[in-house]
């Protein structure tokens, strides 16, 4: 009997180490996410404008990252801003001008050589576009946010 003794087997490390989806390293990301959701999630890219799916979706429901499922905007909050991407007027879990209990953060961004408001996932920082403040009613804001950093769950009817 062939019988090959490696000493003590140790079952530590992976197993008690909880892997949170914002610690995945980039090359796990490429293998999770299509090539364009990990250009615009992971590495700040913009998807061209008229080009999302869901650009003129009027279905009611709600959108959840595409990176880690968490929600972030509703239905209810969705306008059509004619610029070309999906527009929100606010977050989902939003309260007044309360945004503590929604599923994104505000970042400044001056890439472009222009301060502007960079909207990201709270849970696992995907980057899902930009806030202006040219939005209509109350809130006075147009979240600009990438089709392929959503995915669209219908409510159930
Ligand atoms: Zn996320």
Redesign the pocket.
């Known amino acids: 009997m062939a019988f090959r003794i490696h000493g003590v087997f140790s079952q530590r490390s992976e197993e008690s180490l909880t892997t949170r989806?914002s610690s995945l390293t980039k090359t796990e990301w490429q293998k999770k996410l299509t090539p364009e959701q990990f250009y615009v999630t992971r590495e700040k890219g913009t998807e061209p404008p008229f080009s999302g799916i869901y650009l003129d979706n009027k279905e009611a429901g709600m959108y959840h990252?595409v990176?880690?499922d968490?929600p972030l905007f509703s239905s209810e909050k969705k306008y059509s801003s004619g610029t070309g991407w999906p527009s929100f007027s606010e977050a989902h879990g939003t309260s007044g001008s309360d945004e503590s209990h929604t599923g994104i953060l505000r970042r400044l961004d001056t890439a472009l050589g222009l301060a502007r408001t960079e909207v990201v996932?709270k849970?696992?920082e995907?980057h899902l576009g930009h806030v202006f403040p040219d939005g209509p009613g109350p809130t006075g804001q147009r979240f600009c946010i990438n089709s392929v950093a959503l995915k669209f769950k219908p409510r159930k009817h």
């Open positions: 989806e990252c990176c880690c968490s996932c849970q696992c995907a």
